[in-house]
């Protein structure tokens, strides 16, 4: 990584090696090292301090991982001996001896990956710092294959299971459609088949409807005739009553007309008015 020198900084020539190597370490390896640097410049005067870290020497340890405070670390590690002892005292290892002497391998396992960087970063150990990473990096890789395949299972997986989930969903909309379309059809066939009875009972409507107004003709003219024939009836029983009250007159007056010819008989016959016949002289 190519770094524009800096007049106002005294360190500046210092091991380009190092910076290289820090500017290579994975991110993953950084965290041990910038919280140790960070403890260590939390009290220095700036003064003291390379011109590069000065900006972030108020940061939190998770922004101090960013690209541009890290390679400001790389570089003032890499050439400012006192500082390497500062971090090194934030790492327990006041004297250096035990890093500047650990075998590195060994160190990880004691230690983990990233606090055995920062004791061998701390000690300028540059050689063994690049092999840690580049050891790191090949697991790094390693599990990012491995990562990124079992992400890859998995994917393919969840696929699968989202194929099959999806093709019985399919099948579910499918039969769920040949349901409705079942129903539908069904329900076609019945509002048919009551269109049907519809038009039938229309029919049979308009027929009653024509039977009724048939009936109700036939009825006016029935009740028209029978007003007619109750009329000649009563016209008839009124002559009738009034001969009979011309023949009862008649007979009243041939009664009256047969009591005076009896009358007169009797009087000719010499019966006494009212009385039997008279008896003959002896």
């Known amino acids: 990584m190519k770094r524009d020198a800096d007049p106002h900084d005294p360190s500046e020539g210092g091991?380009?090696?190092g910076a290289a190597v820090l500017d290579d370490l994975p991110l993953e390896l950084w965290d041990d090292l910038v919280r140790a640097f960070r403890r260590a410049i939390e009290f220095v005067e700036?003064?003291?301090?390379p011109v590069a870290v000065r900006p972030f020497r108020g940061w939190m340890p998770d922004r101090m991982l960013r690209d541009r405070p890290r390679r400001a670390i790389a570089d003032a590690l890499a050439v400012d001996a006192r500082l390497r002892e500062r971090v090194a005292a934030q790492l327990g290892d006041d004297g250096g001896d035990r890093a500047a002497q650990a075998d590195p391998a060994r160190l990880a396992v004691e230690e983990g990956m990233g606090r055995a960087v920062a004791l061998l970063a701390a000690a300028g150990r540059?050689?063994?710092?690049a092999a840690l990473s580049a050891r790191a990096s090949a697991?790094?890789?390693a599990r990012r294959r491995v990562a990124a395949e079992r992400a890859?299972?998995?994917?393919q997986q969840r696929q699968r299971r989202e194929d099959r989930r999806g093709a019985q969903e399919l099948a579910e909309a499918r039969r769920e459609r040949d349901?409705?379309?079942?129903?539908?059809?069904?329900?076609?066939?019945?509002?048919?088949?009551l269109r049907t009875e519809h038009d039938t009972l229309v029919d049979e409507v308009g027929t009653l409807q024509a039977e009724i107004d048939r009936l109700r003709r036939e009825l006016r003219e029935e009740r028209a005739r029978h007003r007619d024939r109750l009329e000649r009836a009563r016209r008839r029983a009124d002559a009738a009553e009034a001969k009979l009250r011309v023949d009862e007159a008649e007979v009243r007056g041939a009664a009256q007309d047969l009591e005076g010819l009896v009358a007169r008989l009797r009087t000719a016959l010499g019966e006494e008015p009212g009385g039997g016949a008279s008896s003959a002289a002896p």
């Open 15 to 17: 091991s380009v090696e």
């Open 46 to 49: 700036d003064a003291e301090l």
């Open 126 to 129: 540059w050689v063994d710092v």
């Open 139 to 141: 697991q790094l890789s």
């Open 152 to 155: 890859r299972d998995d994917s």
């Open 179 to 193: 349901r409705l379309r079942s129903a539908v059809e069904q329900a076609e066939g019945r509002i048919r088949a």
